[in-house]
Structure formats: structure tokens, C-alpha cells
């Protein structure tokens, strides 16, 4: 893998809900040494079985906002009034390790990444119906209801973004797991083989 290629960055986006997280999990479980997560921040609090510095960073508001003051963000945002943003820090220490980095972050997220004119694979997971997205934000039960509206509201945006010219590479429907994650292995193929070939070379 050439530099150029350690400094790929693999984002997911779409709706709360669509499967970001799950399609995130396989790949971490299939290629452990190839590809690293990178934690994001966030102002909102833990979610029951979310651990700091594995799901995310949780910090409070005022540290968000001292870190955006000093220009510590990639990118970020406030969604669902709470704030997420990516840390140069936290992709750089997945990038110096020679992995792909995957980060999960929101549309404004995605555009911002786009006009830094970063090296990135964006993909969009978008759930096969806002019915079927809300059926699984309540199976969750990790929302109050005026949460839940707000996160259905927004995801009709969200999966509206899907039109914008040049944003996403990659646009895929998440309505069965494994064949939504095999669309997404298929795609990453290349850099992942490129990896086994950079393993083979220092053998």
C-alpha cells in the first residue's frame, strides 16, 4: 500500500438507524488488521452498553466547543441537538497504524470532508422505507418519542441527499444485513487486497 493509499478514509453516513453501526461491526470483525475506526466526540450522553473512547468520545459541551476553537476538528456538526465531530487526532492514529481509516459521520459531515478535497470513500446506508426505520428505532428503545420523531424528520432529508451530484461514491439499501455488507465489501475490495499485498511484501 503507497502512501497515498494508507491515507484513504472510508466514510458511512445516513439515517440513525439504517445500519451504519452493524455494517461497521463486520468489517472490524472480518479484517481486524486492515482497517481501524475512528472515534468521534460527541456532546450527547451514552446510550446503555456505549463505553468512552470505543462507541465515542462523550465530552461536554463546553469541551466540544474548546476544541472546535482550537481547530481540532476534521469536521463536525450539531445533529439532533447534540454535537459529533472527527478529530485529526483520532484518524491520524488509525492512518499511522497503515489502515484504512472508516469513519461514521452525517451528511454535513460528508460535505465538509468533500471541500477539504480529502482522499475518501463515502458511502450512503439508506433503510428501505422510513417505516422500516422507524420500526427499528423503536425496537432500540433508546429514544423518547419527540427523539424519535426528530430522528425520522431529519432522516427524510438525509436520505434525500442521496440526488446531490459528486457527494456519495457508493449509495446502498440496508434491507438485509449481509447482502448490504457484501455490497460494501465487494466495493472496498481493491484497498483491502492492497493491504494483503503490502503484508506479502514485508514477509
Do not use: W
Amino acid at each position: 500500500m503507497t502512501e497515498s493509499d494508507k491515507s484513504v478514509l472510508v466514510v458511512f453516513s445516513g439515517p440513525s438507524g439504517a445500519g451504519k453501526s452493524s455494517i461497521i461491526q463486520k468489517l472490524n470483525k472480518d479484517y481486524p488488521d486492515r482497517i481501524g475506526f475512528s472515534v468521534s466526540h460527541t456532546t450527547r450522553p451514552p446510550r446503555p452498553g456505549e463505553q468512552n473512547g470505543v462507541e465515542y468520545y462523550f465530552v461536554s459541551e463546553e469541551k466540544f466547543k474548546k476544541m472546535i476553537e482550537n481547530s481540532e476538528f476534521i469536521e463536525y456538526a450539531n445533529v439532533h441537538g447534540n454535537y459529533y465531530g472527527t478529530s485529526f487526532q483520532a484518524v491520524e492514529s488509525v492512518l499511522n497504524r497503515g489502515r484504512l481509516c472508516v469513519l461514521d459521520v452525517d451528511v454535513q459531515g460528508c460535505r465538509s470532508i468533500r471541500r477539504r478535497n480529502m482522499k475518501a470513500i463515502i458511502i450512503f446506508v439508506s433503510p428501505p422505507s422510513l417505516s422500516e426505520l422507524e420500526s427499528r428505532l423503536r425496537s432500540r428503545q433508546t429514544e423518547s418519542e419527540a427523539d424519535l420523531r426528530k430522528r425520522l424528520e431529519d432522516a427524510q432529508g438525509e436520505m434525500k441527499t442521496c440526488e446531490e451530484q459528486n457527494l456519495y461514491d457508493l449509495v446502498i439499501v440496508n434491507d438485509y444485513l449481509d447482502r448490504a455488507y457484501k455490497e460494501v465489501k465487494d466495493y472496498l475490495a481493491e484497498y483491502l487486497e492492497k493491504r494483503d499485498q503490502k503484508v506479502l511484501q514485508s514477509l
